[in-house]
Nanobody
Framework: QVQFVEPGGGLVQPGGSLRLSCAAS????????IAWFRQAPGKERELVAA???????NYADSVKGRFTISRDNSKNMVYLQKSSLKPEDTAVYYCNTNPIIKIRGMDYWGKGTLGTVSS
């Protein structure tokens, strides 16, 4: 059964750092581009960062230079190191394959984790 579990959210002050982790199961990570997405209140979900199996990365302009995505295929884990956080980084963060993994023809998403940046 495909599953993404994304613990690691929480409250952080502006300028702070936080590391998110994502445990993927039910499929082999090696074959996929993996990404972090986020959805801020009242906004659509957006791609934040992605990483290929070979380690090539790309980032949304809004997080470039502040966020770092990484993966550990041996553990089926994906990480997002967030630094120099801003209040506008407040969102629910999700990991997923890119393109989005489908189950019975429908996009599958985990529960995500809320990251709040506030003083």
């Amino acid at each position: 059964q495909v599953q993404f579990v994304e613990p690691g959210g929480g409250l952080v002050q502006p300028g702070g750092s936080l590391r998110l982790s994502c445990a993927a199961s039910g499929f082999t990570l090696d074959y996929y581009v993996i990404a972090w997405f986020r959805q801020a209140p009242g906004k659509e979900r957006e791609l934040v960062a992605a990483i290929t199996n070979g380690g090539s990365t790309n980032y949304a302009d809004s997080v470039k230079g502040r966020f770092t995505i990484s993966r550990d295929n041996s553990k089926n884990m994906v990480y997002l190191q967030k630094s120099s956080l801003k209040p506008e980084d407040t969102a629910v963060y999700y990991c997923n394959t890119n393109p989005i993994i489908k189950i019975r023809g429908m996009d599958y998403w985990g529960k995500g984790t809320l990251g709040t940046v506030s003083s």
